[in-house]
């Protein structure tokens, strides 16, 4: 397992991280359509991803309406984890516990109120990276901001993240943050996939110049990219993207990359999914990519990614085959400031 700096801290992460969301969920909601896991199912991952080499958790206040939390820290707990070998990560925003008109959002009300509630789901007396899961357009950024630099001055929160939010939206808040002297986001957690790019329209060349950290969620576009459906999205029953067709994906460009990355994993004698995970591993941007599981197989395939090197002609044909259409003003940024980039390659180090 590699170690990566987390955005421009001096944290270093595993560059998988385990993802929580398949803990705790009920039949009939929907967090039961993405996963089950009981207690000892999410100790079983939990134990072998600590084993594998990963130091980082990524949960969330709402996911199983708080039972990924509890079942997570009872994890912890039970598996005697020295807390300093972990990284945990948790978020906020939606609703979760008690409904209210105030509980959700990105409010100084909701999120202190929100952190004592996982904090004692998790059974921690702090957390290591706190994430605002979604943009709220009712609340000024400046007292998200706020109230997020309380609480990692009071010790309870060690860094700031974000989650879903647009490359303005981000860049306002570090404008902010650096303005009132506060806790500045150090990470985005983000949709992204080889069969959707988009993200490095506006949002990556953004993460890169102001050194803020990438963590990938759903890098297999919700078990799309695994390789086990086909173009007319036959699969075994109960596999999930035919119960919850989540996130949105353009699934004839999906296939198309599924199509080229196929003859790649057959002769490295490795899966599709492997493949797919290691072209987000060799992206520059990433800081963690994040993985989730049903069983401890399916994790030991995921885990394996992170060994597997793409060469240099392998990386072009999956480039190529998922490169983004041409797009204003993208195209007319590369015309124009070509010649001044390929004149700060030629000079060499400063």
Known sequence: MRYRKFGNTGLFVSELCLGTMTFGGAEGEMWGHIGRLQQNDAE?????????GINFIDTADVYSEGR?????????????VPRENVVVATKVFGESGTKGVNSRGM??????????????????DHVDLYQIHGFDAATPIEEA??????????GHVRYIGVSNWAAWQIAKALGVSERLGLARIDSLQAYYT?????????????????????????????GLLSGKYSRDMQAEAGSRRTTFDFPIVNKERAFDCIDAIRPIAAARGVSVAQIALAWL???????????????VDQLDDNLAASGLRLTAEELATLDAVSALPPEYPGWMLERQGGYRRQQLADSGPA
């Not at 490095?200 to 953004?206: A, L, N």
Request: charged share 25%; glycine share 6%; proline share 3%.
């Open 194 to 222: 080889i069969a959707s790019r988009e993200l490095e329209r506006e949002i990556v060349p953004m993460l890169r110049s102001e050194s803020v950290g990438l963590m990938v969620w759903s890098p297999l576009a919700g």
């Open 145 to 154: 901001l706020r109230a997020l630099d309380d609480l990692v001055r009071q």
């Open 281 to 295: 591993l060799n992206q520059p941007v990433v800081s963690s990519v994040i993985v989730g599981a049903k069983r």
């Open 68 to 80: 990924s939390e509890i079942m997570t820290g009872q994890a912890l707990k039970n598996l005697k």
């Open 107 to 124: 409010s100084r009300y909701h999120i202190i109120d929100s952190l004592k509630a996982s904090l004692t789901r998790l059974q921690l």
């Open 44 to 52: 079983a991952l939990i134990g072998r991803a600590l084993d594998a």
